[in-house]
Nanobody
Framework: QVQLVESGGGSVQAGGSLRLSCVAS????????MGWYRQNPGKERRFVAG????????YYADSVSGRFTISRDSAKNTMYLEMNSLKYEDTAVYYC??????????????WGQGTQVTVSS
């Protein structure tokens, strides 16, 4: 199973930027997709962005398209989420994910521990 360790969360004012990182390790991560989900208390965990590890194809939720950019550095086994023009509604715990079908929670096989992102208005 893939192990995932996130970093980079924090607090920022609306309009600001943050970058999240996720380091992956394990025997099969080269053959799967990776991505980011976010969750607020009492709400379901929602897909934010995904990337196919092998060819770098990217996927975004409509709510973040044009503001967030997902990327990966294969040499470092690391995935990034560059978040720009942050809004109050982007506030959530962000989870790194890896799986067979990254755009739906049922397709995720591994989760990171989560990192808090707080955007103040």
């Amino acid at each position: 199973q893939v192990q995932l360790v996130e970093s980079g969360g924090g607090s920022v004012q609306a309009g600001g930027s943050l970058r999240l990182s996720c380091v992956a390790s394990g025997p099969t991560f080269n053959s799967i997709g990776m991505g980011w989900y976010r969750q607020n208390p009492g709400k379901e965990r929602r897909f934010v962005a995904g990337i196919t590890w092998r060819d770098g194809k990217t996927y975004y939720a409509d709510s973040v398209s044009g503001r967030f950019t997902i990327s990966r550095d294969s040499a470092k086994n690391t995935m990034y989420l560059e978040m720009n023009s942050l809004k109050y509604e982007d506030t959530a715990v962000y989870y790194c994910a890896a799986g067979r079908v990254i755009v739906v929670p049922s397709g995720v096989d591994s989760w990171g521990q989560g990192t808090q992102v707080t955007v103040s208005s």
